[in-house]
């Protein structure tokens, strides 16, 4: 069965450090990886995706995640962070086919941004 | 972007009684609609896929007679949740990929917060 790690619930970080969530999962094939966002009355917001190719994808709002797959991880990562970062993150893996009914999604990282 | 409302935000209710809430895509068209249950500090759990036109398709240990889901249009779908009870309080969160496009491209909405007293 396929899961999701999300070994940190809660971050603090000041705004203009650097930022790394990290993203363990757990998949008999190869996966299709994401990163979403959810902010306070918004809904999940998708910050980036694998599917193949460069390990070292690039998202929106400055984010870029590392497919390892020798260490099954999908590391979410900033270089500085913003205070409107502040809000929860969601890891999620699924099949190759892309079906959402198959996504496993993890149980979130909180992120507080201290000015 | 795309957006995807959901209606009531908020809702209190009384254990028995039944509560609908609404999923709706604003500037798209989708086939088919996702409903999940976020527990707090939990991982969002699939509960059914709507289907336009069809029966929805519920996952496993989901009730489809507690759940009812009905996706009356193709900017539309429903999860009823009939006599409620406190254990179905939760965060019940919809998506929906527009039509044509691939399911992983799903965009969610805001969510509907229930507590049932």
């Known amino acids: 069965a396929q899961s999701v790690t999300q070994p940190d619930i809660h971050i603090t970080v000041s705004e203009g450090a650097s930022l790394e969530l990290r993203c363990n999962y757990s998949?008999?094939?190869?996966?299709?990886l994401f990163w979403y966002v959810q902010s306070p009355g918004q809904g999940l917001q998708l910050l980036l995706k694998y599917f193949s190719g460069d390990t070292l994808v690039q998202g929106i709002k400055g984010f870029e995640a590392e497919f390892k797959r020798s260490q099954s991880s999908f590391n979410l990562r900033k270089p500085s962070v913003h205070w409107s970062d502040a809000a929860e993150y969601f890891c999620a893996v699924g099949p190759s086919s892309g079906s959402a009914r198959q996504l496993t999604f993890g149980s979130g990282t909180q992120l507080t941004v201290l000015p | 972007g795309a957006v995807v409302s959901q209606h009531p935000s908020w809702v209190i209710c009384k254990s028995g009684t039944s509560v609908k809430i609404e999923c709706r895509s604003l500037d798209f068209q989708a086939t088919t609609m996702f409903w999940y249950r976020q527990f707090p500090k939990q991982s969002l759990m699939l509960m059914a896929t709507s289907n336009e036109g069809s029966k929805a398709t519920y996952e496993q240990g989901v009730e489809k007679d507690k759940f009812l889901i009905n996706h009356a249009s193709l900017t539309l779908s429903t999860l009823t949740v009939t006599s409620a009870h406190p254990e179905d309080s939760s965060f019940y969160i919809c998506?929906?990929?527009?039509?044509?496009?691939?399911?992983?491209?799903?965009?969610f909405g805001p969510g509907t917060r229930l507590l049932v007293l």
């Open positions: 998506s929906a990929p527009p039509r044509g496009r691939p399911q992983e491209t799903q965009y």
């Open positions: 998949y008999g094939a190869t996966p299709y």
